[in-house]
């Protein structure tokens, strides 16, 4: 099956979003970054495009030439998709004009910096049947999709309540200084918009409820705290929300829970039993039911939904993270090819092998000769 | 910089290790997959190559043929390092052949099937002097390298017990019946050797006790289990290790510790502090003193020693499994693209970045008057 | 020191509430129970006061009785102080005539059924001048107490944020049959007043918010969930707080969280630091800070502070349920001394004493020997 | 039922193996103590008598005089049972002599000082057929028995392997000062016995393995490490075992485990499942099974099997150690009654009780007006 031909706007140089998109894009082996805007200024663009090995032919000047030059190459060349990775006031410009000339969209969160922004972009797409997906990265773990595919079947039974959590302490040594609280960009109404907390975590609560549930919030009452006199935005937040038929729920997010790194919790409770997953621990999935034990629900085992196995490459036991376990071997064994100052210890070394045959060798003789100590000096 | 030319052999059509090679080797954008070969087969092989995008006129008919066309080319186009990814007996050949024309090499764990061979390549690569990596992939670990950096230092003291553990039961459904028991490779000595748990996977608990301590083992004596009659080869075991001065250790093995997934723990005990670290909850290290709370330690924080920031991508709170969680977005796109049948739910949709920014507002609006209830009802 | 005289009022026959008092007062040898009302019928009180040793020359009818009688006692013989065990509408009248009459109390909570009763007792214990204690039982642990403590001595700085939860299961599976949620006494309003799980379990996490910040919430929004039209006192509900300064909070109770036991959490969030606590693991206390690995705090360990100390009796590591492992022993040596049926292993044999010390010996026989099998075969 | 008659061998002043006793023999109302030797000092003894509420009369000079003195009496009023909580060297002596005299004993463990005199005690207890538990006190949580009992249910199938670990770091910062090593009892042969670690711990490691099971190991393999030359007793060790039929264990102590406080766990795994629990969280169980996902068992749950429910006193979810927190309330208050200096928050007080129901009254009300702010201002 051929590769689908990938273009990206933004994520050059050190953009640690530009290297989420382009791991996970290759992760199945089913796209091809074939071109691209990555970087404003046009010489880091075309430098960036041969550090991660894009034809130089396909990278653009701006969106415009993107779309403009793309376009005009037959259906079977031309990109299919387009991700896009800008700062968050980009990303309308750029999804109207992708959609106005029939690009499918990979797009970042949060799709517009306003409702009626979103609103005219999907009105847009509905009318030309593009694809458009929104990067709510959290709903790909495949403990998610359990959940959601789960509670969809009717596992939990009737949903009676939704509570989820989004805690980050990041901005609290920020927020105290009343000198550094004036120099963020979050902070900055101009450049975050109307709100900093909702806006950034509160939202992926939100879609994480509506996702899990299969249903929309009919209606929310929130209290949102600033903190400070002379700041304008929302630094944490409780949402009260309301789905249909006595289903209500809470929505909680903050910025100033101290020493919170990423706290994505989320509980579902429902009439024949309740879910509970937190982010930072994204390969346990807890089933509680009345009158009997929780349940540790892990991918990689034969008892999980087809979707969850979808999403899991590896056998039971391995988390997700030994992707990233194996590559950083790799980069050792990239620094010690290219002659860059290393770490002791990053990558195993032959001596390693050498020690691991020898023990295995020795093990076993011991255990033959009745338990008996044996020396395990190498040659 | 340029990147680096990587030939794999082995690792074609479903291969797991096949998928973690390619995957870890893209992921600091410093590889590029230039040739291999992928498959005994040459039509599959070639097919293969297509799918992963390699171009076939490096993909050769074995192995031999790999390193006999490959040095004839230039140094500066030909592949720098081979990924050995085949069944364990075709290591030592390979990597034999591979060392005597002066290729580098990445090769799977275990080394070889025996010491003798093991011996034999480390005499070539010490001659040729080439970078030879075998992967012990769990060293890849920003926390296992941070506790190896940090008894390097001397932040342990003087350590005083390493206990490490390496837990499985994927084979007790196997061993406990007597005709599916005599048709698992595992357990068949021809093809397994001398050592099925040991050498499985009480390798890598030995490999990370003399790697995280930086110390050799000194002697070691085994006791090993079979279980039945019938079986000849360990399916679990407990060894006792020696390292000098006083330094003693247990590495404890099973394939039938019944409900285990990929249990592999560590724990090394010092003179002034601890540390415990689990391979399933691979971002959380625990670090004990004497009188003082235990720390937990996570990846992504200021605190972590350089050598673990270096292998981490992303800031705290994020699980290096979020990689996978945005490959599994991108797999879900690609199956819409090419129209195939998907999940519900496998990627978040412009609806849910419409709702996001409804969601954004109406809590501001919420707030800003009093903390009433509004509607959520969207255009 | 004399032991101080307790009377009881209520907590007869198999109350779980009476056991846990009656533990309470004897477990640091301060209280001797001399007396009270156990059981609303008068032979049954008699018969239940023999069985816990209690005199019965002070068991009385009811507790009017026991007021009138007692007064008449000279000071050095009189009970000291009265706790109030009965059911909730009680508490009132009994704790009014004790406080009129000088005599101390320790309270069950709810204290009252209404505000305006509670207010009466207050005016009337101020007059008094008596000491009155409201049994938030959770307020006891050494962990609890360690966090007050230390927010007081302003280790979280200035508090931003408290968030705390109360949820159960174990309405669920009878609200939603319709027949059975008619006939439990939490969802009649005559007996359980004009809440259930707030009345119940919210004033919990109130008092919990209260105690631990040191500062009085100043307004509340609140919205409950009655989930059925015929189901008139709510199961569920969240609870928007103010405390003055801009410190926000919110507290979430239920009895439909499907699957939870007895799930009261605790996150405190302030400008230094944060701490959270759990009531089902409550001898680990996690302390949170900016760029700090979290402290995981354990009781019975010298780092704590000495109002922690003094709740915990037994060094670090034992948690503090030992005491029942210890009970429970107890309990299986009375049923073999009164020859009732017991379980197996209801407690440890003289054998498992004699297969201990063969154990020692052998073990250090088995070193001594150059680590030789022995037997353990005894005599 | 009549109580049954207690006598105490030692356990006086501050030890805190005396408060376990007493607070354990209370806890099920079936224990009254009635007398005994608190401490060898008589003056001392009698004191402490009256402390905790023992009729002096029955305090008596030594172990022998008690014996002497109640042998005398009835068997209707004689001490049934007599706790031995002496030094270990007293133990052999003490129980001889009660067993010689027919009386029933609860024996702290170590039984004896070495395995002689304890099989010694053991042919006069089958001789005189007398009740005797040695106070192994981890069997007596309840989820300790719920797996006993499972284990000899054939829930597990056969087990097949055993592995107990039982560290802690306490003699940590001892042995690695010269002088203050010299001084510790428990490193001193003349005091400690034969050993440190093993002895002291690794025989409830030991008795755990057994009980367990319910079978007998047949055969030892040890490994101690002593560290220093100047040290003669193991600090550290490992243990091989060997049950019958292929099963194979390993038991796992230490007292430089730095950082470790009481961390006594277990694995027990067999054919058709396992079991994993922690004395540090005694209150989960842990039951692992192949293909299906890990069950968290819990205290006070309809499911759990009738022995466990037995030793359980509280509905699910609250932990044992809630009985520690309600002593320490009524601890609080005791010092408020006797005037004595009390921490800030050491009991719920009138306030407490006030405004929960202020709490509670406000919470329907704002929810019944439609979710609005209301003040929390009392009177």
Known sequence: MSKIRLGILGGGGDSLIGVLHRVASNMYDRYEIVGGVFNPD??????????????????YQDFESLIDEEIKKPLEERIEVVSVLTPNFLHFPMAK????????????KPLTT?????IELETLQKKNNTIFAVTYTYTGYPMVRHMKHMISEGELGEIHKVDIQY???????????????????????????????IGDIGTHAFQMAEYLTGKEVKSILSDLNTLYKDNTLDLDGTVLV?????????????????????????????????YKWEQENPNFLYHLKDDEAMRVIKPGNTYVSEVAADGTKLPGGHPEGIFDAMGNIYKGVAKAL????????????????????LFIEKVVESNQKGNIWLSMESK
């Open 42 to 59: 046009y010489n880091q663009n075309i430098e960036f495009a041969k550090q991660i090995g894009v034809n130089t032919n396909r990278v």
């Open 97 to 108: 004009k992708l959609l106005e000339n029939g690009f499918n969209v990979i797009c970042e």
């Open 114 to 118: 306003s409702y009626e922004e979103a």
């Open 167 to 197: 805690y980050q302490g990041w901005i609290n040594p920020v927020i105290h200084d009343p000198e550094l609280r004036k120099t963020v960009w979050r902070l900055d109404p101009k450049k975050a918009g109307i709100s900093s907390c």
């Open 242 to 274: 309301r789905f249909k038929d006595n289903l209500k729920g809470v929505i909680r997010a903050s910025q100033i829970a101290t020493g919170e790194e990423n706290n994505l919790s989320v509980a579902i409770y429902g009439g024949k039993g309740a």
């Open 338 to 357: 290219r002659k860059e100052t290393s770490f002791k210890g990053e990558f195993p070394t032959m001596r390693d092998g050498v020690r691991g045959m």
